[in-house]
């Protein structure tokens, strides 16, 4: 009898074993990384959705005005479209956390990978709450932090997929690193919350706003202004400390001399936004490159947290 169980479990071993070797390593990448795009694109088409009035272009949910399609209008059309890239994400995501669990090649991305799938319920939640609240204050910034969560823990599963944990002695990541990733999604936020209060054109001046606007929007507008100063400075002083204190890590110094290209162009994207009165399509640009800042600087401080890079034992292995 004790061999015969012996024997079981051995046979049940070697059956989960050949099912994951069924499944090939490269889908878990090929997986994440497709997820962190898709989501990227997503958060991108949302704003989009805000900065054309579209967020109420379906009164219902899921369907719009009843139907699955075709849309009658360009609001509608607009609000549906990025319904369905949500359910595209959707897949994406839990197809990526299944991967990563069965394959179990990179352990580092199955954690966020499965965050990353309950931020997909909770957005979904929150999407369907915002339709039925008429697009309510609170519920629009619940979904855009989450919107903000699903964003980050995408990027992290990807970095995990592809950059193995190394071992190391606490802190992983310094207080630089921290601080540049809580300033890129604060600026990030701040931002949207001008778009959603529809105060865009409020500010058309630089760096303070004219004296005749509505004091509420401008005081929006200096207070996005004001964290978006710090939140780069942060972020600039990671991008150095990580090209100068992480070159022996692979992709660090990519990351860090993307993340500054990137912030150059932001800023001046969001002056010249100001200063026109903020078009819709300069809009749309600022703000894929202010998600584009926040998905690199957590991408850079993900490669350095799984390095361990700002523990002292592993900064002298690197360099």
């Not at 026109?276 to 300069?282: E, F, N, R, T, V």
Request: contains cysteine; proline residues 4%; aromatic residues 8%.
């Amino acid at each position: 009898m004790y061999v015969a169980e012996v024997n079981l479990s051995l046979l049940t071993k070697s059956s989960n074993s050949a099912s994951v070797k069924r499944i090939p390593s490269k889908w878990l990448p090929i997986l994440a990384i497709s997820s962190a795009v898709v989501v990227y694109i997503l958060i991108i088409y949302g704003s989009h959705v805000r900065v054309t009035d579209s967020g109420m272009g379906c009164p219902d949910w899921p369907l719009c005005k009843g139907r699955i399609g075709p849309f009658q209008g360009f609001h509608a059309f607009m609000e549906q479209t990025h319904r369905y890239l949500a359910g595209i994400v959707s897949i994406l995501v839990i197809a990526t956390y299944f991967i990563a669990s069965r394959i179990r090649t990179r352990l580092a991305a199955i954690k966020p990978a499965l965050f990353t799938v309950a931020i997909v319920f909770v957005q979904v939640i929150l999407g369907a709450i915002t339709v039925f609240d008429s697009n309510g204050a609170p519920t629009v910034a619940a979904h855009l932090l989450a919107g903000l969560a699903l964003l980050g823990g995408a990027t992290i599963t990807a970095v995990g997929s592809l950059v193995d944990k190394r071992e190391s002695l606490s802190p992983r990541l310094g207080k630089l690193g921290w601080s540049a990733i809580t300033g890129a999604g604060v600026l990030y936020l701040s931002g949207s919350l001008v778009v959603n209060a529809e105060a865009e054109k409020a500010c058309a001046s630089f760096p303070l706003c004219p004296s005749n606007q509505p004091l509420h929007l401008t005081i929006l507008h200096i207070l996005h202004r004001g964290v978006a100063f710090f939140a780069v400075m942060a972020m600039i002083a990671f991008a150095i400390h990580a090209w100068r204190d992480w070159s022996g890590i692979h992709g660090a110094r990519a990351l860090a001399g993307t993340l500054v290209g990137l912030l150059a162009a932001t800023a001046t994207l969001g002056i010249f936004s100001a200063l026109l009165k903020a078009p819709a399509d300069l809009q749309d640009l600022h703000l894929a490159g202010a998600a584009a800042v926040l998905t690199v600087s957590v991408a850079l401080a993900s490669v350095g947290w799984l390095a361990g890079a700002d523990n002292s034992t592993n900064r002298q292995r690197v360099h």
